[in-house]
Nanobody, 120 residues
Framework: QVQLVESGGGLVQAGGSLRLSCAASGSIFSINDMGWYRQAPGNQRELVARISSGETGYYADSVKGRFTISRDNALNTVYLQMSSLKPEDTAVYFC??????????????WGQGTLVTVSS
């Protein structure tokens, strides 16, 4: 009923920047929190950043000061601007959204993931 489509991943050198986008579509009444998570090989999925519908952001300590999360509520889209990238930021990045459907039920939806590779 709801899909999240991510884009913007790729290969970048250490110190570089990338911008990830995630657009939600489907039977959406409203969207509460949206967020970005990542999973590196052999590791568990971890929270990178989340943003409320009122655009209050929360960041993992490892990315504070380097990453910025933002959203465009009119477009049902969340962004992650990543700067000063480090090799340890290499992971598959997933977006998530807490969506209120037109049926008024709530669901947590995940994107398919986009790979970010930071070379040293």
């Amino acid at each position: 009923q709801v899909q999240l489509v991510e884009s913007g991943g790729g290969l970048v050198q250490a110190g570089g920047s990338l911008r990830l986008s995630c657009a939600a579509s489907g039977s959406i009444f409203s969207i509460n929190d949206m967020g970005w998570y990542r999973q590196a090989p052999g590791n568990q999925r971890e929270l990178v950043a989340r943003i409320s519908s009122g655009e209050t952001g929360y960041y993992a300590d490892s990315v504070k000061g380097r990453f910025t999360i933002s959203r465009d509520n009119a477009l049902n889209t969340v962004y992650l601007q990543m700067s000063s990238l480090k090799p340890e930021d290499t992971a598959v990045y997933f977006c998530s959204a807490n969506v209120r459907l037109v049926s008024r039920t709530y669901v947590e939806v995940w994107g398919q993931g986009t790979l970010v590779t930071v070379s040293s």
